[in-house]
């Protein structure tokens, strides 16, 4: 069997351990939302239960970077899955409050663990031509998986204990796959773990589009129902809405991946966050639950779940090989953040201005971006012409420090 081959198969069996995954959390992810009211829990308490994993998810992407470096992805994954998966199980042994929450954080660590092996291993296979489809297909992996795992709930009363048993068997399933795959996992020129204060000198556009990204996919998810009994929508209604804004996500995250891998990605990402910008500020005065207010929907969560793997694309693009788990791991502690400050942005501006705030934060969510992006391209195209300047043959080590950081810079 040749290397492409070996590779090809490797990164297929990442996908479907990937896919078994989110299986299992998109399963669990809602099941626990519906049973924290069925256990009686109050407001608060379910409050403190989810955002557990949030504090989980950033603790292991600081956590887990050092463990991949010294026993390798294969293992890393092995061990995390298997965390998850016991997490899965405890649930249904106590009903205790803290116990769940205790559960939700170790299930975070697990999941931003697993996270980062995924990502660094896909970035490792990857050239700069073909990065952005391996991430757009890595994301329809993911988030058509987590929308699978709704139905899930159908299989069982979710007052029982056997959902919570078929999410554990779904995640340890996920072990095959990646113990079987014939190709190597990635290994490491040095144990060098990019920190986030070098990826944001590197890529102060990746982290910030990042950082928004997380606080934009995390309210659409976590405020669109809200948003939705605000302005009154029925039950379907708001399952609608929620489900075109995640249809949009898995269908236009291949066509902009391969456009991300024709024309530089800079441009690519101003594209779409003036796309969102737009798309949001439309859909503040559209009449809810309208046709035009769901295709709106669909756009607005195809643009943004794209964001993710532009974002990371463009941060790996420039990302040498040894440090692609540490990148991983600083960007998805940077969008973390913004996963946690996205919910409580737009419902502050919702109790400010009303339903329309929701919009109006999705919209301010990307403008920083467009901003952002435009302002690089223009310095990018200044630092071009004046990139043919003659200097002497003997140079100064400033001037040679200036050439070497401008090299450094991806070519668009």
């Known amino acids: 069997m040749s290397t492409r081959s070996g590779t090809t198969f490797g990164i297929r069996a990442l996908f479907l351990a990937m896919a078994l995954l989110m299986l299992g959390n998109g399963l669990q992810a809602s099941l626990i939302g519906i049973r924290t009211q069925l256990e009686g829990f109050s407001g608060f308490t379910t409050g403190i239960v989810m955002a557990a994993y ?48 205790a559960m939700r ?20 296979r990857a050239t700069n031509e073909t990065r952005g489809r391996l991430m757009a297909t890595y994301m329809v992996t993911v988030l058509g998986a987590a929308g699978l795992g709704q139905f899930l709930l159908n299989v069982s009363d979710p007052a029982g204990f056997e959902l919570f048993i078929l999410t554990s068997i779904l995640i340890s399933m996920a072990v095959v796959p990646v113990s079987l795959a014939r190709s190597p996992a990635p290994e490491f020129e040095s144990e060098h773990p990019a920190s ?74 101003l594209g779409v966050s003036i796309a969102s910008t737009a798309t949001a500020v439309v859909a503040a005065s559209q009449i809810p639950a309208s046709p035009t207010m769901m295709a709106l929907a669909f756009l607005y969560g195809g643009f943004a779940f794209s964001m993710y793997s532009l974002s990371i694309s463009y941060i790996n693009d420039t990302t040498p090989s040894h440090e692609f788990v ?87």
Not at 58 to 84: E, K, Q, T, Y
Not at 107 to 122: P, R
Not at 209 to 230: E, F, H, K, Q, R
């Open 196 to 269: 986030l204060t070098e990826l944001a000198k590197r890529s102060p556009l990746g982290v910030v589009a990042g950082l928004l990204t997380g606080a934009s996919n995390a309210a659409i998810l976590g405020m669109g129902a809200v948003y939705g009994i605000t302005v009154g929508m029925s039950t379907f209604d708001i399952a609608l809405f929620i489900a075109a804004a995640l249809a949009g996500g898995v269908i236009l995250q291949w066509p902009l991946g391969i456009l991300s891998d024709r024309m530089p990605r800079r441009a690519v990402i």
């Open 326 to 412: 540490g990148a991983a791991a600083a960007f998805l502690f940077v969008s973390g953040i913004g996963a946690i400050a996205g919910p409580l942005a737009v419902s502050w501006a919702m109790d400010e201005v009303g339903a329309e705030g929701y919009w109006w934060s999705l919209a301010a969510f990307y403008a920083p971006v467009a901003g952002l992006a435009l302002y690089r391209i223009l310095i990018r195209a200044r630092y071009k012409e004046q990139r043919f300047v003659p200097v002497p043959h003997r140079t100064s080590p400033v001037i040679g420090s200036i050439i070497e950081d401008y090299e450094a810079e991806p070519e668009e």
């Open 105 to 124: 954080f170790i299930t975070g660590v697990c999941f931003a663990g697993l996270y980062v092996v995924a990502e660094s291993w896909i970035h490792s």
């Open 54 to 101: 949030f504090a989980g998810f950033l603790g292991g992407s600081f956590l887990v970077p050092r463990f991949v470096i010294r026993v390798g992805h294969i293992r890393v994954f092995a061990a995390l899955a298997s965390g998850a998966s016991a997490a899965a199980l405890a649930y249904s042994i106590s009903g205790d409050p803290f116990t769940w929450a």
